[in-house]
């Protein structure tokens, strides 16, 4: 085996172990970046140290929060309130609004199966109320697992009921979610280990301003909010990707496909069996539609706008399709904004 080492910065935090049960040591190192939410900004308040799967997820969060907040930064100005629930690596639920309980309520709504054991991120303070939510919303009587929250901040009250047996529940705080924007996003160079080296690239910056977007039909206020929140979590799931989303909520994520129709039907598969009603809501997709089998799944479950790119050789019979069945489609050069996060 060649072994080979590089700087990686100061030791953060110590895991138990890392991705699976044989791998250690493992830990969290800091680059001494000055980003307010750099992962070693976030102090645990409660519970056992995050675990490595943790932070892996609390990173992914962070990068679906902060292109929501970006995506409303640019295109509306104002920054809704934010909830997102990660698992394994993918955004489960997410919401947006001015109402804290009612975010938290549709975040967790949007795969209530898949949140179990996961990790919720939120943009406010979580008091006794949220807190309330986040343990019992359509619990029937019992009380939801969470491996983590992570909030600018929790009130005394809150922290105590969200304790777990086993401090199994970890509380972290940094009060910089509560001021995320455009200029939030992570604009680090982005590494990747490869065996024997590294691959380099610029971070994920890109934010479409649906003003100028070539747009073919129309669409209300609330359908474009919409469509920034499925672009946000799409763009930042593991591609292939299609996102569906309907009255501020994520209602179907389907993430890690190889084929773009199969990313369509997974997405309105798990809308489905987690009880959402698809007629109505948007879509997006992290690249082009090679075909018009994708649109068409869309169009049969009710999708009214979808947003995607274009560079198809078939683009004019995408088109063509989503004009015959009234879905609007939005569509961005496929080179200026594909959203292949964790491709």
Not at 199 to 221: E, H, I, M
Not at 234 to 244: A, E, F, M, P, Q
Request: glycine share 12%; charged share 20%; net charge neutral.
């Amino acid at each position: 085996m060649t072994n080979f080492s590089i700087n990686l910065g100061e030791p953060a935090l110590g895991c138990k172990y890392g991705e699976n049960g044989y791998q250690t040591p493992a830990a969290l190192y800091s680059g001494g970046s000055d980003d307010p939410l750099a992962l070693d900004r976030f102090q645990v308040i409660q519970g056992t140290a995050p675990s490595y799967n943790n932070l892996c997820d609390l990173d992914r969060l962070l990068q679906t929060a902060t292109h929501i907040a970006a995506g409303f930064n640019v295109n509306s100005g104002a920054v809704p309130l934010i909830v997102v629930a990660c698992k394994h690596g993918n955004p489960c639920g997410a919401a947006v609004g001015n109402d804290p309980l009612l975010a938290a309520r549709l975040a967790l709504e949007g795969d209530l199966r898949a949140v179990f054991g996961g990790l919720v991120l939120l943009s406010f303070p979580v008091d006794e109320e949220v807190a309330d939510i986040l343990m019992t919303h359509k619990m029937d009587g019992g009380r939801r697992l969470l491996d983590g929250i992570i909030a600018p901040g929790f009130s005394e009250d809150a922290m105590e009921m969200l304790k777990r047996k086993g401090n199994k529940c970890r509380l972290l705080i940094n009060p910089a979610l509560g001021r995320m924007d455009r200029g939030s996003l992570d604009g680090a160079q982005r590494i990747r280990y490869v065996r024997g080296g590294f691959l380099a690239q610029p971070n994920y910056t890109f934010v479409p301003n649906l003003d100028k977007v070539k747009r073919l039909g129309s669409a209300t206020p609330a359908q474009l909010d919409d469509m920034i929140l499925a672009w946000a979590i799409g763009s930042t799931s593991n591609s292939n990707t299609v996102t569906l989303v309907r009255g501020g909520m994520l209602i179907g994520n389907g993430v890690g496909q190889q084929d773009r129709v199969g990313g369509c039907r997974l997405a309105v598969l798990r809308a489905r069996d987690a009880g959402h009603n698809t007629a109505g809501a948007v879509a997006y997709s992290d690249s082009f539609f090679p075909f018009a089998d994708g649109p068409a799944e869309l169009a049969g479950a009710g999708v009214v706008a979808v947003l995607a790119t274009s560079g198809s050789v078939r683009d004019e019979e995408v088109k063509d399709y989503c004009r015959k069945h009234g879905m609007t489609l939005f569509l961005y050069p496929d080179a200026e904004g594909r959203g292949f996060f964790g491709h």
